[in-house]
Structures are given as structure tokens and as C-alpha cells.
T-cell receptor, first 114, second 114 residues
Framework: DAGVIQSPRHEVTEMGQEVTLRCKPI?????LFWYRQTMMRGLELLIY????????DSGMPEDRFSAKMPNASFSTLKIQPSEPRDSAVYFC????????????FGSGTRLTVV | AQSVTQPDIHITVSEGASLELRCNYS??????LFWYVQSPGQGLQLLLK??????LVQGIKGFEAEFKRSQSSFNLRKPSVHWSDAAEYFC????????????FGRGTSLIVHP
């Protein structure tokens, strides 16, 4: 298994531009999570999906952020318009469940907004 | 609400020395507990988890953790540290108050001296 695949690994964009981050979860995993990691706030859950349906998006910081999961093998996190304070590492993770189930994380996308 | 505290931001040990990383959680009942490791530029990898039974849990890479209900702790240990263990370590707690979605600690950075 190739694990959770995220693209791109690095993204540098100018303030105001649209940014799209992509994630391919592990086949058979019903849950997909988007996290953001910063020095100031640590690892924050942004949104998670179960069977392609968004369950909890209370961690999405603003309306500028949106996430979709059109099918079981693909999800996107979009920021429009981007701002410098969005600079962070964004992780996607997948799992077969919650509770006692561990997560498999992707390698992350390092986003820099200048 | 669930919360987790990792009191040590940095820990420095010599190669071959023993290691203990501290983790304290806040939750009324016994939650699910996890330790993850993050190497530079990588996503988080699950080391071990606990949900019931034997309070001493064995994980990958020679790590173990002990759940102590009386102290609300789940400390990670390794008898002999290798230089390759240098990384960021995250404790996480999942409980019913958080819909069984893990809350992560701020992490402890392990530095290994030769």
C-alpha cells in the first residue's frame, strides 16, 4: 500500500490566490481527516469525512476554507483567497474508524503564502 | 472535554540512554490513548495505542507506554535510545466527549546526542 498520498509537497503562492491541496486516502479507509500544523497552535483538526460525507467542519477557520470528498479515493482542501496567516503544514490522514483506531498520515503539504 | 498535556517541549538524551516522555490527559473516564512520532518533513506515524487491558503497551521501534489511571498519565519509554529516534513525539487522547476524534498534544522534540 502506498499510504496516504498528498500533493503537492510544497506550495508557494501569493496572497489572494486560490490554493488547492489534494489527498488520496488508503483504499478501504472510511474516514478522512484534514489537519493543520503550526508552531503557534500545534496540530489542529480542520474537518473530517466519513464515507465521503463531511461530519464535522467546526475546525475550519473561515469561509475561505472549503473541503470536498467527491469519492472514496480523493479529497481536496481549498483556500480562496489565501492569506499569509494560512502558511502552515497541512496533513491529510485516513482511518478505518474513530476511537481506538490509529490514523495513517500523509507526508503533508507545506504551504507558504507570501 | 478531552485535553492532553505534554509538559516537556524538548528532551535531550545521549545515545544509549533511557528515555521517558511525559503525557497527561484530562478526561473523566478512561480514554483511548496514542503516541505518534513525526520525523522531519514527514507525517505522523502511530507508535502504539491503549484502550483497555494490560496497562503496559508495547509498540513499534522498541517503544512502550504505561497507562496510570491514578495519575492520568500515559508516558512513553524506551530503554536505549538510538540516534534515529530523534524526532517529534505526540501524545493523543480520544474520548466520547470529543466524538472519539483524537486531540493531540503540542509535542515533545527529542534530541539525541552521540
Amino acid at each position: 500500500d502506498a499510504g496516504v498520498i498528498q500533493s503537492p509537497r510544497h506550495e508557494v503562492t501569493e496572497m489572494g490566490q486560490e490554493v488547492t491541496l489534494r489527498c488520496k486516502p488508503i483504499s478501504g479507509h472510511d474516514y478522512l481527516f484534514w489537519y493543520r500544523q503550526t508552531m503557534m497552535r500545534g496540530l489542529e483538526l480542520l474537518i473530517y469525512f466519513n464515507n465521503n460525507v463531511p461530519i464535522d467542519d467546526s475546525g475550519m477557520p473561515e469561509d475561505r476554507f472549503s473541503a470536498k470528498m467527491p469519492n472514496a479515493s480523493f479529497s481536496t482542501l481549498k483556500i480562496q483567497p489565501s492569506e499569509p496567516r494560512d502558511s502552515a503544514v497541512y496533513f491529510c490522514a485516513s482511518s478505518t474508524g474513530t476511537g481506538n483506531y490509529g490514523y495513517t498520515f500523509g507526508s503533508g503539504t507545506r504551504l507558504t503564502v507570501v | 472535554a478531552q485535553s492532553v498535556t505534554q509538559p516537556d517541549i524538548h528532551i535531550t538524551v545521549s545515545e544509549g540512554a533511557s528515555l521517558e516522555l511525559r503525557c497527561n490527559y484530562s478526561y473523566g473516564a478512561t480514554p483511548y490513548l496514542f503516541w505518534y512520532v513525526q520525523s522531519p518533513g514527514q507525517g505522523l506515524q502511530l507508535l502504539l495505542k491503549y484502550f483497555s487491558g494490560d496497562t503496559l503497551v508495547q509498540g513499534i521501534k522498541g517503544f512502550e507506554a504505561e497507562f496510570k489511571r491514578s495519575q492520568s498519565s500515559f508516558n512513553l519509554r524506551k530503554p536505549s535510545v538510538h540516534w534515529s529516534d530523534a524526532a517529534e513525539y505526540f501524545c493523543a487522547v480520544a474520548a466520547s466527549g470529543g466524538s472519539y476524534i483524537p486531540t493531540f498534544g503540542r509535542g515533545t522534540s527529542l534530541i539525541v546526542h552521540p
